[in-house]
């Protein structure tokens, strides 16, 4: 069983996804366990901080090093194994066949989730990997952890219903896209499906599909 924990400050954002659909399905099957850790708990003094200005200047506050390091030891004694992940904008894009690898590894993950001008630097001492889901800045870590743990955890051995459809998806291969798809009816607000789809032509079917499996617009 996979074993993914996620340190956060705002482990509310995350449960509505983790107990949702494939996500859910896969705990019931055992094929994952999630483990929330939040930050908070690690804060220092009795206002529990956990956040502080940057040295040398600057807007906004940074995560501190001392709750980031005990939050991932805790993470990291449950779960020796676990590579840590730091949710970063500077880190390696995501990509659907680095999914499949996570996916197929034995080890668990730690995603760590930054918040507000992002964290000590002196946590990367601890991290094994840096990883962005895009060229834009969001407000947290907990959008992109979701992204990724989302894409690994489908990926998994019995969680999707039909196994063969990862293996049809888009960049399954690493490029190709995902065909357009309809279902019923057939005409809907003057909107037709393509005559093909419905002419039980197995090989014009495999053909158009392929020709129509390119980027939107
Ligand atoms: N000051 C940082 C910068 O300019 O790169 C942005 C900090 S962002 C507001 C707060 C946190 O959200 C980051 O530390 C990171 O954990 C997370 N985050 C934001 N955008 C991200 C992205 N594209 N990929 C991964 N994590 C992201």
């Given amino acids: ?44 003094g009795p206002r529990k901080q956990v956040d502080d200005t940057p040295y040398g200047g600057g807007d906004g506050m940074l995560l501190k090093a001392e709750p980031l390091f005990a939050a991932i030891e805790q993470a990291k004694a449950y779960d020796s194994t676990a590579k840590v992940v730091l949710m970063t904008p500077r880190g390696r894009r995501w990509l659907q066949a ?43 870590g907990e ?15 019995g969680v999707l219903g039909g196994e063969m459809s990862a293996e049809i998806e888009s960049f399954a291969d690493g490029e190709t896209l995902e065909f357009p798809q309809y279902t019923r009816p057939e005409e809907f607000r003057g909107l037709k499906v393509p005559e093909v789809l419905l002419s039980g032509n197995h090989a014009a079917i495999a053909k158009w599909r392929q020709d129509n499996s390119h980027k939107a617009d």
């Fill in 98 to 140: 680095t999914a499949k690898q996570w996916a197929d590894a034995e080890n668990g993950y730690i995603f760590v989730c930054g918040r507000y001008e992002g964290y000590d630097e002196r946590i990367v001492t601890l991290v094994d990997e840096q990883v962005s889901v895009g060229d834009y800045v969001l407000t947290g």
């Fill in 1 to 44: 069983m996979k074993k993914i924990q996620i340190i956060s400050l705002f482990p509310e954002m995350l449960t509505g996804v983790l107990n949702s659909s494939m996500m859910w399905k896969a705990q019931q099957e055992r094929a994952v366990e999630f483990k929330i850790i939040q930050l908070r708990d690690f804060g220092l």
């Fill in 143 to 157: 959008l992109p952890a979701m992204t990724i743990i989302d894409s690994i955890v489908r990926l998994l051995p």
